[in-house]
């Protein structure tokens, strides 16, 4: 199976800030690799897909990189509304996995 | 409006069967795949399984296969999983969310319920 690692874990920032988040799989994965945000109490929303692709409604303000093994989630000019966990979510292959999270937090 | 709403969750005793549901409208659902992902209580997200559009090809994480299996009724817009010989480990909100495509190998889980819960406890 496939693993991810994500990092960090947590991370406080200040309003305005830019944020970084990072995945790596166990494998190249190609650019089957989306990201989800998910606020206390509600289901995760889905915030990139294919590595670097925006859904519909997503501010152009979060950003992803990569393909093969590194990836990248970009938030500019963090808003109030952007604190969250954040998950990655690997869709090479069967069984799919998330990687551990990372919780946003307000300086 | 895509709509997914869970149901079937609740306290069951270890070792017990329990089937959710998950009712979906909104869209044509016997076009797309769907997936069942869990959340155990203040921890991550974790993919449980995924059927493609007609239910032929489906797929199980490692934690889950032999003990739970993924079903859907196209002329009910309903998606299931029996769950069998469960364990404290389970407990957890589960989620149904519809994947981009049909073959629910490589899509994207783009829209999601808000979960059931089930609590495995004595």
């Given at each position: 199976d496939i693993q991810m690692t994500q990092s960090p874990s947590s991370l406080s920032a200040s309003i305005g800030d830019t944020v970084t988040i990072t995945c790596r799989a166990s494998q190249s994965i190609d650019n089957y690799l989306h990201w989800y945000q998910q606020k206390p109490g509600k289901a995760p929303k889905l915030l990139i897909f294919a590595a670097s692709s925006l859904p519909r409604g997503i501010p152009s303000r979060f950003s992803g990189g990569g393909s093969g093994t590194d990836f990248t989630l970009t938030i500019r000019n963090l808003q109030p509304e952007d604190f969250a966990t954040f998950y990655c979510l690997q869709g090479y292959?069967?069984?799919h996995t998330f990687g551990q999270g990372t919780k946003?937090?307000?300086k | 409006d895509v709509?997914?709403?869970?149901?079937g969750g609740g306290l069951v005793q270890p070792g017990g069967p329990l089937t959710l549901s998950c009712s979906a409208s909104g869209f044509t659902y016997k076009n797309y795949?769907?997936?069942w992902v869990r959340q155990a209580p203040g921890k991550g997200l974790e993919w449980v399984s995924a059927i493609d559009r007609v239910g032929t090809r489906i797929y199980y994480a490692d934690s889950v296969k032999g003990r739970f299996t993924i079903s859907r009724d196209n002329s009910k817009d309903t998606l299931f999983l029996e769950v069998q010989s469960l364990r404290a480990e389970d407990t957890a909100l589960y989620y149904c969310?519809?994947?981009s495509g049909a073959s629910g190998y490589d899509d994207v889980p783009d829209y999601w319920g808000?979960?059931?819960l089930v609590t495995v406890s004595s």
């Open positions: 292959s069967p069984p946003l937090e307000i | 709509q997914l709403v869970e149901s795949a769907m997936s969310a519809r994947l808000q979960g059931t």
